[in-house]
T-cell receptor, first 113, second 112 residues
């Protein structure tokens, strides 16, 4: 078990709604990365936050946004949900921006109907 | 697009046998990592191998890296039921940026 926690565990939303997912990083870590994992696929990098600033972004539209707080916890916000947003959302914390070793949380399973 | 591609997509072996999974990637890298994921849960970091390393061991795991062929292999010896999981390789993007890119994974099933 890593020290990374995510909430909620499961979530069902309707198309067009907005959702906020939360992640608490492992103690001592200052970087959080978010990933989207569709069924049967590998995780896809969404973005990374380092010391409260966005530090790198994958190929995701602006309706995916995030925040990192002074305690290095983080939120992922998705606006105008689409059916294809249904996936497992994973956050990973690390020390520093170079992802030599990330510790993943258990994920939030989002279903959009 | 995905940098790494694992092969095979799925693998079933008897408990006690060795399991080998392969990963090929497209661009130069600084390091390559292998992760395990149980039943759609969070990923667990298994091992990291740097581009100047050729082989690395961790318990029952052995990872090799061939940068000339842009490929890596993960060997799990004396497999156990608890090894049933999906295994992903992940590479950085070389000097372009810091994010890591995962392959689609190999689904390993250990038969009793």
């Amino acid at each position: 078990e890593t020290g990374v926690t995510q909430s909620p565990t499961h979530l069902i939303k309707t198309r067009g709604q907005q959702v906020t997912l939360r992640c608490s990083s492992q103690s001592g870590h200052n970087t959080v990365s978010w990933y989207q994992q569709a069924l049967g696929q590998g995780p896809q990098f969404i973005f990374q936050y380092y010391r409260e600033e966005e530090n790198g972004r994958g190929n995701f539209p602006p309706r995916f946004s995030g925040l990192q707080f002074p305690n290095y916890s983080s939120e992922l916000n998705v606006n105008a949900l689409e059916l294809d947003d249904s996936a497992l959302y994973l956050c990973a914390s690390s020390f520093g921006t170079v992802s030599y070793e990330q510790y993943f949380g258990p994920g939030t399973r989002l279903t959009v109907t | 697009s995905q940098q790494g591609e694992e092969d095979p997509q799925a693998l079933s072996i008897q408990e006690g046998e060795n399991a080998t999974m392969n990963c090929s990637y497209k661009t130069s890298i600084n390091n390559l990592q292998w992760y395990r994921q149980n039943s759609g849960r969070g990923l667990v970091h298994l091992i990291l191998i740097r581009s100047n390393e050729r082989e690395k061991h961790s318990g029952r795991l052995r990872v090799t890296l061939d940068t000339s062929k842009k490929s890596s292999s993960l060997l799990i010896t004396a497999s156990r039921a608890a090894d049933t999981a999906s295994y992903f390789c992940a590479t950085d993007a070389g000097n372009r940026d810091d994010k890591i890119i995962f392959g689609k994974g190999t689904r390993l099933h250990i038969l009793p």
